[in-house]
């Protein structure tokens, strides 16, 4: 089966800088992505790295190592608005295309 | 606003009652996915549709049962309904069965049960 760990809690100061890992064990790999939620909001897309490397769409950044089963979200200046929790998220392998999320990292950005 | 629509917003209901969750899907978007998310908890997959079929099944009680119709709508059944059934379901839907890693999720139903 899949797994996928994650801090549970980040905390940070506003304008900073928070890296929230993301480790995982799966059966087949076909990537990893990130979702952002406010508290009671729904869970926004925010990035999907297939391939090793860095992805980088304004603040937040994205980083896989595959052969690490390793990853992380990259959050720079950080703004009060970006507390919320992040969830890592990847496809199972086998009966058909469960998409398995991990138990979130709450980040908290203090002024 | 993701495009994705659920309702209703709210459902208060009572143990053994039987309820129904709608979800419209983003214009052109044919896969449908149900999740459930308890209080403090992460996102528990629930089932997967692909034009109107069934393409993956997470944890999903018997008591539940889903289907797509052929306007691509989805409705998740949740009966029998018991105080842990509580929860935040959301609906979320890509553009087609592989998109798995790239979901566009509604605002949301928030099931109460008493």
């Known amino acids: 089966g899949q797994s996928l760990e994650q801090p549970s809690e980040v905390t940070a100061v506003e304008g900073a800088i928070v890296q929230i890992n993301c480790t995982y064990q799966?059966?087949?790999?076909?990537?990893l992505s990130w979702y952002q939620q406010h508290d009671g909001g729904a869970p926004t897309f925010l990035s999907y790295n297939a391939l090793d490397g860095l992805e980088e769409t304004g603040r937040f950044s994205s980083f896989l190592s595959r052969s690490d089963s390793y990853g992380y979200l990259l959050l720079q200046e950080l703004q009060m608005k970006d507390s919320a929790s992040y969830f890592c998220?990847?496809?199972?392998?086998?009966?058909?295309?469960?998409?398995?999320f991990g138990a979130g990292t709450r980040l908290f950005v203090k002024a | 606003d993701s495009g994705v629509t659920q309702t209703p917003k709210h459902l208060i209901t009572a143990t053994g009652q039987r309820v129904t969750l709608r979800c419209s899907p983003r214009?052109?978007?044919?896969?449908v996915y149900w999740y459930q998310q308890s209080l403090d908890q992460g996102l528990q997959f629930l089932i997967q549709?692909?034009?109107?079929?069934?393409?993956a099944k997470g944890n999903i009680l018997e008591r539940f049962s889903a289907q797509q119709f052929p306007d691509l709508h989805s409705e998740l059944n949740l009966s029998s309904l018991e105080l842990g059934d509580s929860a935040l379901y959301f609906c979320a839907s890509s553009v087609d069965q592989l998109a798995v890693y790239e979901q566009y999720f509604g605002p949301g139903t928030r099931l109460t049960v008493t």
């Open positions: 998220a990847v496809r199972e392998e086998g009966g058909g295309f469960k998409t398995i």
């Open positions: 549709y692909y034009n109107g079929e069934e393409r």
């Open positions: 214009s052109g978007d044919l896969s």
């Open positions: 799966t059966s087949g790999f076909y990537g």
